[in-house]
């Protein structure tokens, strides 16, 4: 006869701050290892734990996993941030790492422009925040395409490899790629919100890989030689 496996219990449930960010922590019997998650949607972080564990080694694992809990965090943050976004007058949004307040005017005549320090809008009434999404995409891609030509010469230079295309579009998990046999570059929309470092840095990447195709040691010494602020910039990249 089978018997049923005993599900953990909890024992206990404290909160404890460390370096900044609040954790609750949960101590079950029963339970063989330790498990860190940070949850939706607002990036809470919960450590559910052995009970016989003594506190000390588990403040030690999570500060041991304190970089990646960040990046998790402001990942979540990030998303629920985006989906809250109705594109009103009031709201703010990133170009080349600055933030601007977002003004919409009333308008028959949909157009997007940089203005005494604010991001204005003009879009039809009749505009639902998909279409103002849209909107405001094509001053992103509009500012991107500006900065394209020197940012490839600069890069181009560095690294001495020249692609045949360079081309935009909206990427939900990457920053750019790169098709090597047709020499073909594709870049993020998003990198325009972005510091114009980070906008060298992917370059620089993408390039790399007409002379190492895959992220080898050698491709990422390669990357570091030619971009030596390339930690800086990735760094960027990932915050908000």
């Known amino acids: 006869m089978r018997h049923a496996r ?5 024992q206990s449930e404290t909160t404890w701050e460390i370096d900044g960010i609040r954790v609750r922590v949960l101590k079950k019997r029963g339970l063989k290892n330790m498990y860190l998650r940070v949850k939706p949607p607002h990036g ?23 970089e990646s809990i960040r990046r998790n965090r402001e990942r979540i943050q990030a998303r629920e941030q985006k989906a809250s976004r109705d594109f009103v007058t009031g709201e703010t949004f990133r170009l080349w790492g600055i933030e601007y307040q977002l003004k919409v ?29 849209r909107l405001l995409d094509k001053l992103y891609r509009r500012e991107l395409k500006a900065a394209l030509p020197k940012a490839i010469e600069r ?18 998990t990457r920053w750019g ?9 594709w870049l993020s929309l998003q ?23 895959n992220h080898t040691p050698r491709f990422h010494r390669l990357v570091a030689q030619f971009y030596p602020g390339w930690q800086e910039a990735k760094q960027a990249l990932k915050s908000n």
């Open 6 to 10: 005993k599900q953990p219990r909890l």
């Open 44 to 66: 809470e972080v919960v450590l559910t734990a052995p009970s016989h564990l003594p506190n000390a080694r588990l403040e030690a694992f999570v500060r041991s996993e304190m």
């Open 105 to 133: 005017v009333p308008s028959g005549r949909p157009r997007v422009q940089l203005k005494g320090g604010e991001i204005v809008m003009q879009a039809p009434a009749s505009y639902g925040k998909e279409q103002r999404g």
């Open 155 to 172: 890069c181009e230079t560095r690294t001495g490899q020249r692609a045949y295309e360079y081309r935009i579009k909206k990427m939900k």
């Open 177 to 185: 790629s790169c098709n090597v046999r047709e020499k073909r570059i």
């Open 191 to 213: 990198l325009a919100q972005k510091p114009p470092e980070c906008l060298d840095y992917v370059l620089t990447h993408e390039l790399v890989h007409l002379i190492e195709t």
